[in-house]
Nanobody, 122 residues
Framework: QVQLVESGGGLVQAGGSLRLSCAASGVLSRVNSMGWYRQAPGKQRELVATIASSGDTNYAVSAQGRFTISRDNAKNTMYLQMNSLKPEDTAMYYC????????????????WGQGTQVTVSS
């Protein structure tokens, strides 16, 4: 089991910055990658950025050049630095961990945090 707790959301004006944090606990040795997803009202959850255990990162086009995903392994914490925020970035942001299933090395399980709200005013 992996537990994820997000923090750092809030209300910010367009052009501002926020840093989200995701504290992970539990059986972290099986985690292969972590990421941030977001879901706006009436829309599907979408990928924002991921970071693999190798350190390789991947960003949605909307996040490239403005957001930076990182992690501190010593603290078991992942971050999302968001700069130049836009009203369209308003959403609930979720932390995700993708881990190898205990019963099969061919299967992966997704774990999710409870989410943190980001609201960007124009």
């Amino acid at each position: 089991q992996v537990q994820l707790v997000e923090s750092g959301g809030g209300l910010v004006q367009a052009g501002g910055s926020l840093r989200l944090s995701c504290a992970a606990s539990g059986v972290l040795s099986r985690v292969n990658s972590m990421g941030w997803y977001r879901q706006a009202p009436g829309k599907q959850r979408e990928l924002v950025a991921t970071i693999a255990s190798s350190g390789d990162t991947n960003y949605a086009v909307s996040a490239q050049g403005r957001f930076t995903i990182s992690r501190d392994n010593a603290k078991n914490t992942m971050y999302l630095q968001m700069n130049s925020l836009k009203p369209e970035d308003t959403a609930m942001y979720y932390c995700n961990a993708r881990a190898t299933a205990p019963w099969s090395t061919r299967k992966e399980i997704d774990y999710w945090g409870q989410g943190t709200q980001v609201t960007v005013s124009s």
